[in-house]
């Protein structure tokens, strides 16, 4: 087994072999490192993607909202047109009383 003190004194013997060594030492480390590092980043992709559709799910949800109320608005249009067209039909029998009977006899008469 190799002590310590021989390993420094070879290495001071031979400066090359210092930097092999230094060399090798640095990329176990960062091969060691790197599937932490993986881990992380794919940690923080789950977190970044869970935001977003967390966000996009609040947006939507705003979305349809606001779709409710235009569906809402639109029904409330709707109604009151139909009441205007109604009122407007009354006014106009109102005022040609005989329009409806007139076209309807005329048809009558075509026959």
Known sequence: CLR???LLHALNDYPEMREVLKEAARQKLARDAKPQQDEENT???RRISFTNSV??????GKRLEDLEKLVLTLAQEIKTTNKSVVSLQK???KVYPNSKDSSSSSSDSDS
């Open 55 to 60: 966000e996009l799910a609040d947006t939507l």
């Open 91 to 93: 006014q106009l029998t």
């Open 43 to 45: 940690e923080n992709e």
């Open 4 to 6: 310590k003190e021989d």
